[in-house]
């Protein structure tokens, strides 16, 4: 049995631990779980333990999962996985905060559907793909503006940071210019300004390299197998 309380308490611990090696208050440092895999019963022990937001990749489960989680109501749901734009009057049902928007189609989608469900504002982060991975989703570094600039006209989009993956090292410290990179991209549209933009999220950090991501400013992590284990 996986004790995911116990795993829970070690990613907090490793979380002030890398918070106080960089000077950084770990109250300002928060984890979206990542439940994908994980059934309902699983998570709910970590509701009281104060886990406030789960991270879910897939529409069909995460909808499942709202459904039927006594708790859901007690945390905040954010949307990490690729979102088709097939997918997004579903996605505004349940999310809080969508990690992953890449295309000025999926921001215009977005503001058609929040219109449409009469939804106030809809938060989301921008993914960008600083590492170049081919197999990643996410917005070039370039791009980045010019969606920012897409998104004026869009007044149910509020962009609320950044979000991205780095590539899977041995050696997590091989991660930081990747991380390190999308920290000054954040800092760089903060100064130029945009309507719609509010730097507040840095979503970076994994179980692999979260402490490394933590150090460059990252602000919400997104931790899935060392909470809940690996999965299949
Ligand atoms: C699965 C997943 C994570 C969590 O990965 P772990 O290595 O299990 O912590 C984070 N972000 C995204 C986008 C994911 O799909």
Partial sequence: MIDVLANWDVVQDRINRAAERVGRSPETIQVVAVTKGVAEDQIEPLVSRGMRAVGENRI??????????????????????????????????????????????????????????????????????????????????????????????????????????????????????????????????????FPRFEMKYLSMGMTNDFEVAIEEGANLLRIGSAIFGRRA
């Fill in 60 to 193: 069909q489960e995460a909808m499942s999962k709202y459904r039927a989680a006594a708790w859901r109501d007690q945390v905040e749901w954010h949307f990490i996985g690729h979102l088709q734009t097939n997918k997004v009057r579903q996605c505004l049902q349940l999310a809080d905060l969508i990690h992953s928007v890449d295309s000025p189609r999926l921001i215009e989608e977005i503001q058609r559907r929040a219109e449409r469900l009469e939804l106030d504002q809809v938060r989301v982060l921008l993914q960008v793909n600083i590492s170049r991975e081919a197999t990643k989703f996410g917005l070039k570094p370039a791009e980045v503006p010019m969606l920012l600039e897409e998104a004026i006209p869009c007044e149910k989009v509020l962009v609320e940071g950044l979000m991205t993956m780095a590539p899977f090292e041995e050696d997590p410290e091989k991660t930081r210019p990747v991380f390190r990179q999308l920290r000054l991209l954040g800092e760089e549209l903060k100064q130029k300004g």
